[in-house]
């Protein structure tokens, strides 16, 4: 279930879900948007990273250059803006020797970072770590980081790290945490590189399913085998279908979770049909991009459809849609449609699902728009 502001569960393997790499802001709050990823010893799945410099009065970064390297990934840093880390009260302590920064993170996806689902705090919450420790740019002398939460393996052993505990909506702004650095007198700038390890939630929606397909048993199309269930991402970034799981609960109860096995890649903006059989000429017309065979079957009243994902011992709901009504949510090929994916989804049988319409017909005869924005569809 999910609703206009999308706070409700779901979580899913994005192209790159563990690792937003982004730019310390400098006076001008420099934001990340996509680019070119740099072939580095980054983790995998990495999206950026990006060289630092300071002097006692501020400090600024940018992107590693294309030059580095080939694209990797989904990238962060040029044209769109996903995420900023701005810097504010830069300040040099000559009696301590300390250079510090307060640095605070924005998140300005459509998906919340720090969070596996939206609703389920990732426990390392969001790190901004170290992947080249400061060296002296102007003067002598040696620079380190000061006050980290701790160190880890990242690019490399004992990386320096700062933690923001968060769960970050959309433009939500962190808390403030001081940055801090042991910087000689001998030493007037240094630079360095970060990158911003965390997780993110994915904005995968249940759009569209055909429950009831028309049947034609003289080619061997059959309502099970010409069922199907649209996705759309709501999201900024890719997501990777591969190794969620799906499952139907009927009245009998919830079905076992069916593992996606390979990989279905959602473009943001983007649909994907998942369904029983990827034959077009058995399935009533409708290409597939993953058919899960007959791991789900749709009953004609009281179902519901969830796609989630396994963390640990848990399973995380990404999205989930119910119905009891054969007469709105089964009527015989036609399919029932979101009229806009920021509504709630949850009920099938509620206002804000219509029927295709008369004139969105695919296949053999049915009515419905699988891969393509819904006839009902209402901005």
């Known amino acids: 279930m999910h609703s206009s502001t999308f706070h409700a569960a779901r979580a899913g393997r994005l192209l790159a879900p563990a690792l937003v790499v982004l730019a310390m802001a400098a006076c001008a709050d420099q934001p990340a948007g996509l680019g070119t990823a740099p072939e580095t010893a980054l983790p995998e799945r990495a999206l950026q990273a990006f060289d630092c410099t300071a002097t006692r009065q501020a400090m600024t970064c940018a992107p590693l250059g294309p030059g580095t390297g080939g694209a990797r990934g989904v990238i962060l840093g040029g044209q769109n803006v996903y995420v900023r880390l701005a810097s504010s009260n830069a300040a040099y302590d000559s009696a301590t020797e300390t250079f510090s920064v307060d640095v605070t993170v924005q998140n300005l996806m459509n998906e919340a970072i720090g969070t596996y689902d939206g609703v389920t705090a990732d426990t390392d919450g969001v790190m901004v770590f170290f992947m080249a420790e400061p060296s002296a740019t102007g003067g002598v002398g040696e620079v380190t980081v000061d006050n980290p939460n701790g160190t880890a393996f990242f690019t490399g052993a004992n990386q320096a790290y700062h933690t923001y505990n968060e769960i970050l909506e959309t433009n939500e702004v962190s808390a403030p945490r001081t940055w801090q650095f042991h910087m000689p007198p001998t030493a007037t700038g240094f630079r360095f590189s970060v990158a911003l390890w965390t997780s993110m939630e994915p904005r995968l929606v249940i759009n569209e399913v055909m429950v009831n397909p028309l049947d034609n048993a003289g080619i061997g199309q059959s309502d099970n ?4 269930v649209e996705l759309y991402n709501a999201g900024s970034l890719p ?13 009998s109860g919830r079905r076992p979770y069916h593992l996606i096995s390979s990989s279905v890649v959602v473009q943001p903006g ?13 399935n009533g017309g409708v290409t597939l991009d993953y058919s899960y065979g007959g791991a789900m079957t749709l009953a004609n009243s009281l179902d519901a459809v969830k796609i989630a994902r396994v963390v640990g011992t848990d399973t995380l709901t990404i999205d989930r849609t119910q119905f009891s009504s054969a007469a709105l949510s089964a009527q015989n090929g036609i399919s029932r449609e979101l009229k806009n994916p920021a509504l709630d989804n949850s009920n099938m049988d509620g206002s804000n699902w219509g029927d295709a319409s008369v004139t969105s017909v695919y296949g053999g005869g ?7 924005q819904n006839s009902v569809y209402t901005p």
């Open 225 to 228: 085998t010409s069922e199907w």
């Open 239 to 251: 997501v990777d279908l591969q190794d969620l799981v799906i499952a139907d609960s009927a009245a």
């Open 270 to 282: 983007g649909y994907v049909v998942l369904g029983n059989n990827p034959n077009t000429a058995l």
């Open 366 to 372: 049915g009515r419905g728009t699988p891969r393509a």
